[in-house]
């Protein structure tokens, strides 16, 4: 784009001519960048859903075994 407005203003028009190398220099750099930054989105997302469920699956097993020690703990003090 910035290629394409010092053409302007050196030709002091805005014909197709003058500008169409500038846009296609940007559609390139556009469509480089989605190219790289799709795939990373994707892995993100893949990787932060895999730790959420780790995450969650630590959280269960924490309340099971708080749950396990808690009931032993009374059955324990139950027997005294």
Known sequence: IITSFQ?????????????????????VATAAGLLAAI?????????????RHWATEMDNFALELA??????LVRTSKSF
């Not at 805005?14 to 846009?23: C, D, K, T």
């Not at 749950?67 to 032993?72: A, C, D, I, V």
């Open 67 to 72: 749950n396990l020690t808690e009931r032993r």
């Open 7 to 27: 053409a302007i203003g050196t030709q002091g028009s805005a014909s197709l001519a003058v500008v169409a190398p500038g846009i296609s220099e940007a559609l």
């Open 39 to 51: 795939p990373a989105v994707i892995g993100y997302n893949y990787f932060v859903g895999k730790v």
